[in-house]
């Protein structure tokens, strides 16, 4: 068992450190790294190319995580969105979809570069928001022993939302980094993961995932 010191603000008094925090002691079973994967979901160059403002803080973070894994034994998974040209996976009832296909985008992208993505890391390939959807991931990971997930992507309430509900349902032990997460409505943002995702997932900030494959 890891222990994470988190700081939190102070509701109702309690033992606090500075103004109006107090320090939580959460216990977190430690990962067995041999049965652990980290999977990093739409972290690719045209989606980091809508966000520039915030790009360089997420791909800095990531970086440092999906390091650490990599020093853990952790395997590590990439899964892009990506479409052939003139979008023939995208359905008319798919309004979703139809929206993406307006972009024009997730044809000829890559994984963002800066994750330093290794030859032995597979890039699973989806059509949905979903990484399980209409993909091979979850029997990939069967097969090689994985019953515990660290999952981070973009956006929250698109693959990130989608593929940890699956993965739920699935009953995988999840983790989800939250410094690693990101999506342009914030307040949704911060409701997934002190609800929908806090009822699924361990919520872990950077510090703390990164203790935790220390």
Not at 12 to 20: I, Q
Not at 81 to 100: D, H, M
Not at 136 to 146: F, M, N, S, W, Y
Not at 189 to 205: I, M, N, P
């Amino acid at each position: 068992m890891n222990r994470v010191s988190k700081q939190r603000r102070s509701v109702n008094g309690g033992s606090s450190v500075g103004r109006g925090y107090w320090v939580v002691s959460v216990m977190i079973p430690a990962i067995a790294p041999a049965h652990t994967a980290l999977v990093v979901m739409h972290y690719q160059t045209d989606i980091l190319g809508l966000f520039p403002s915030v790009a360089p803080a997420l791909l800095a973070n990531t970086r440092k995580l999906c390091d650490a894994a990599r020093a853990k034994g952790v395997s590590v998974y990439f899964a892009n969105l990506r479409f052939s040209p003139g979008y023939p996976e995208v359905s008319p009832l798919n309004k979703n979809g139809q929206g993406i296909k307006q972009l024009g985008l997730f044809v000829d992208d890559r994984t963002s570069p800066e994750l330093g993505q290794q030859a032995s890391e597979p890039v699973i390939i989806a059509h949905r928001a979903s990484v399980f959807f209409g993909t091979d991931l979850q029997a990939r990971l069967l097969a090689q022993g994985v019953d515990s997930l660290t999952m981070v992507g973009i956006a929250s309430t698109g693959v990130v939302l989608s593929s940890v509900a699956y993965a739920s349902d699935a009953d995988f032990r999840l983790y989800t980094v939250k410094d690693c997460c990101y999506d342009p409505d914030q307040v949704v943002h911060e409701h997934l993961f002190s609800t929908a995702f806090d009822s699924r997932t361990t919520v872990l900030s950077l510090a703390d995932a990164l203790l935790l494959l220390a």
